[in-house]
C-alpha cells in the first residue's frame, strides 16, 4: 500500500489574468489553482507543476517551476493569493532545501540563510499571507543536533525565534502552521508523548508547547494539518480512533473510536455538528460530533484515502485505492455516482462552488468531473 506517496492539491480563489487574487463580486465562479508535484514527465524526479481550473469545467496548466537534471521537487505549499509557493528539493545524493517561488515574476525569491545548512531542509509550511515559512531542519549548525521545526520571517528575510519549541535530545517534524500564523502543528518523538510520536502544538504568541494528551494515541500520530483560523486540529490515526482538537477552549472536543483498521481520511460537516471518516477498513462512518458516536456506515470497494463535503453539507465525494471516486448522499448514504479514471487516488477536493470534483491519482494526473 504507498503510504509514503502523495499528491499535494491546493485550491484558492483566484483571478483571471496577472496577479492571482479574489474574483470580482459578479463573477459567477471561482477559479481554483492547484499546485503539485508530478512524475509526469521525469520518471524518478518530481516538478511542480500550476493548473488553473475555471470553477465550472474546464482548465489548464498555467507554468511550472524550471527544475536541474537529478532535483526531486516536491511538497508545494501555496500562499492564499496563489503568489508564492514553498516547495522542497533534493538533488540526487544532495541534502534537500526549501525554495520560495513567486508565481507573477516567475523568479525564485531570495531568502538569505535559509538554506545555511549541510543537512537536510525539507517540508515547508507557508502562512496564508505568505510572510512566515515553517520547515524541518536536520542537525542545522546553531539549532540542534536532531530534527527541529524552525521558522522563517519573509518579510524581514531571516531566521525568527521559537523559543520552547524544539527539544534537543528528541525530533521535531512535519510542520504545518495555521493561516494566521499563530500555531504551528508538527510531530515529535518527545518523551513527554503518548505514544511513537505525537502531534504538538505550538502557540507562537505564547511562546508554549501543548501536547495535546487527549488527541494523541500510543501508536503513531503524524501528518498534522490546521484550518486557516487555527481554531481547529483533526487528525487520522492508525490506532483506529478520529479525535478533534478545540484551538481556542485548548482542550480535546471528542475521540471517536470504533474504526476496525488504520483510519486514513476524515472531513467535518460545515456547521461542525458532523464528522466522516474513512479508512482500511473499507468503511465510511458518519459521527455526531455532540454525542460521539456513529450515526451511519457506509461500505465501500476499497480502502479511503480520501473525504470532501459539500458546502451545503448535503453530498460527500470520497477517494479510493482503486482510484474509484464515490459521491455518496449524507441524507440516506446511498450510492449517487461513482467512477474511476486512474488508479490510486489519494486525494480529492471540490471547487468552491462545489460544482466541479477533482482527484489525484499515483500516476500524477489530476482530473476533473462535474458535481452530480
Not at 210 to 219: G, I, R, T, V, Y
Not at 270 to 282: H, I, L, N
Amino acid at each position: 500500500m504507498p503510504y509514503s506517496r502523495t499528491i499535494a492539491l491546493i485550491l484558492l480563489l483566484a483571478s483571471g489574468v496577472g496577479a492571482i487574487s479574489a474574483q470580482e463580486k459578479n463573477e459567477p465562479s471561482s477559479k481554483l489553482l492547484i499546485a503539485f508535484a508530478s512524475y509526469k514527465e521525469r520518471a524518478r524526479q518530481p516538478k511542480i507543476h500550476f493548473y488553473e481550473h475555471d470553477g465550472i469545467d474546464k482548465g489548464k496548466f498555467v507554468g511550472h517551476i524550471d527544475t536541474v537534471n537529478q532535483r526531486s521537487d516536491h511538497h508545494p505549499s501555496l500562499s492564499h493569493d496563489g503568489r508564492f509557493c514553498a516547495f522542497s528539493s533534493e538533488l540526487e545524493n544532495q541534502v534537500g532545501k526549501v525554495t520560495l517561488w513567486d508565481l507573477k515574476e516567475k523568479k525564485v525569491v531570495d531568502l538569505p540563510k535559509l538554506n545555511d545548512s549541510p543537512n537536510s531542509i525539507l517540508r515547508p509550511s507557508l502562512s496564508a499571507d505568505g510572510k512566515v515559512l515553517a520547515f524541518a531542519a536536520w542537525n542545522r549548525p546553531m539549532a540542534g543536533t536532531r530534527w527541529q521545526v524552525l521558522l522563517y520571517d519573509i518579510a524581514e528575510k531571516k531566521l525568527a525565534d521559537v523559543p520552547g519549541l524544539n527539544q534537543g535530545s528528541y525530533d521535531q517534524r512535519m510542520p504545518a502552521i495555521s493561516g494566521n500564523g499563530k500555531w504551528i502543528a508538527y510531530s515529535t518523538n518527545a518523551r513527554e508523548g503518548a505514544g511513537q510520536t505525537d502531534i504538538f502544538l505550538f502557540d507562537r504568541e505564547q511562546k508554549k508547547v501543548q501536547m495535546l494528551p487527549e488527541l494523541n494515541s500510543k501508536n503513531s500520530d503524524n501528518e498534522p494539518s490546521l484550518s486557516a483560523d487555527g481554531k481547529l486540529l483533526a487528525t487520522a490515526s492508525q490506532d483506529k480512533v478520529v479525535r478533534l482538537w478545540d484551538m481556542v477552549a485548548g482542550a480535546a472536543i471528542k475521540e471517536l473510536p470504533g474504526s476496525e483498521d488504520a483510519v486514513l481520511s476524515v472531513a467535518i460537516s460545515p456547521d461542525g455538528q458532523a464528522v466522516y471518516s474513512g479508512g482500511m477498513d473499507r468503511k465510511i462512518r458518519v459521527w455526531s460530533v455532540a454525542e460521539g458516536k456513529i450515526l451511519r456506515e457506509m461500505v465501500t470497494s476499497d480502502p479511503v484515502f480520501g473525504l470532501v463535503v459539500n458546502n451545503e453539507g448535503t453530498r460527500l465525494v470520497s477517494a479510493g485505492y482503486s482510484g474509484m471516486v464515490t459521491v455518496w448522499n449524507l441524507a440516506d448514504g446511498s450510492t449517487i455516482a461513482s467512477d474511476k479514471k486512474a488508479f490510486g487516488a489519494y486525494a480529492i477536493a471540490l471547487s468552491p462552488d462545489g460544482k466541479q470534483i477533482l482527484s489525484g491519482h499515483e500516476n500524477g494526473k489530476i482530473f476533473t468531473r462535474p458535481m452530480p
